[in-house]
């Protein structure tokens, strides 16, 4: 699966940003879309996730201020980021978490990512 993440840029405490990350390729192997995170000197965090059923996740720290869709018909998934804070700040990366069949029926699982998209709260 390839997937193209957009909508980073700079915002001010406070200030909102929605995220799109497309799909492509094998879309009907995804299970879930999610987006994680990952700050300068931190490791990679998960943000949230949405599973095809409808299935949502959120960290705790973003609770309340991050909403989580998903278009199917356009293999898209977007992340609604509001009143966001300084600690928001970070290259943010969709994934893609899928399994399939392969040619010899054997069961074979995978996670894809995007490339990220730098997301910067200052003022």
């Known amino acids: 699966v390839q997937l193209q993440a957009s909508g980073g840029g700079l915002v001010q405490p406070g200030g909102s940003l929605r995220l799109t990350c497309a799909a492509s390729?094998?879309?009907?192997?995804?299970?879930?879309l999610e987006w994680y995170r990952q700050a300068p000197g931190k490791q990679r965090e998960l943000v949230a996730s949405?599973?095809?059923?409808?299935?949502?996740k959120f960290a705790d720290s973003v609770k309340g201020r991050v909403t989580i869709s998903r278009d199917n018909a356009k293999n898209t998934v977007y992340l609604q980021m509001n009143s966001l804070k300084p600690e928001d700040t970070a290259v943010y990366y969709c994934?893609?978490?899928?399994?399939?069949?392969?040619?010899?029926?054997?069961?074979?699982?995978?996670?894809?990512w995007g490339q990220g998209t730098l997301v910067t709260v200052s003022s």
């Open positions: 994934s893609a978490d899928g399994g399939y069949y392969n040619g010899a029926g054997e069961p074979v699982r995978y996670r894809d």
């Open positions: 390729g094998r879309v009907s192997s995804i299970s879930a």
């Open positions: 949405i599973t095809s059923d409808g299935s949502i």
